[in-house]
Structures are given as C-alpha cells and as structure tokens.
C-alpha cells in the first residue's frame, strides 16, 4: 500500500504566500515524477506543477513565476510554494506521483492524494 498525504492547506489573504507539503509513505521501491493538481468547485481538475526525479519542472502558465514544485527524495516529499496567490487559486489541490512499489514492476503506479483546501481571501 502507498499513501498520499498533503498538508499546509487553509485561508489565506490575496497576494500572500503558503507551502504545500505531500509526503509518500507506504511500500514504496522508487518514485518517478510528482505532480500538483487542482479542482476549484464545478470546474475540472487541471495540472498545475510537475517535477521529474531528476528535479526538471514544468509549470501551467497561470500559475508561471508565482508558484514553485520542489522535492525531497530522501524524504519522498514534494512540495509547492504558493508565492503572490489570487482569489482564482481557490481550489483543492491534489498531489499525484508514479510511484514503483517493487522492483519487479515493469511500469509505475499513479497514486493521488486526498488534497487540501487552500482557500484566498481578496
């Protein structure tokens, strides 16, 4: 079994700034990329941060130059520093992560957390 847990979620006021935390714990061989998504209230859950194991990112262009992905291999953690957040970043956000539990697997695993609310205030 693999787990995802997100933290750091919560209120916030326009143009501040919050870090969102997601640890992978469980029967884990080896981690490939870590995601970030989000799902505001009747829209679709986009993508809004990625990071391969070798640290290469790719953002989506709403949140370029305000939000930063980043991980932790040691600690199986990625992160997301939300820098200069607005009242549209108001969603659940959800990690993702292709994750081997064995070595034997010949391809990963999508696992999801179960997201934090990240509410901004204008």
């Known amino acids: 079994q693999v787990q995802l847990a997100e933290s750091g979620g919560g209120l916030i006021q326009a143009g501040g700034s919050v870090r969102l935390s997601c640890a992978a714990s469980g029967s884990i061989f080896s981690i490939n990329s870590m995601d970030w998504y989000r799902q505001a209230p009747g829209k679709q859950r986009e993508m809004v941060a990625h990071?391969?194991?070798?640290?290469?990112?790719n953002y989506a262009d709403f949140v370029k130059g305000r939000f930063t992905i980043s991980r932790d291999n040691a600690k199986k953690t990625v992160y997301l520093q939300m820098n200069s957040v607005e009242p549209e970043d108001t969603a659940v956000y959800y990690c993702a992560a292709d994750i081997w539990s064995d070595f034997r697997e010949a391809q990963p695993s999508r696992y999801w957390g179960q997201g934090t609310q990240v509410t901004v205030s204008s």
């Open positions: 990071i391969t194991r070798g640290g290469s990112t």
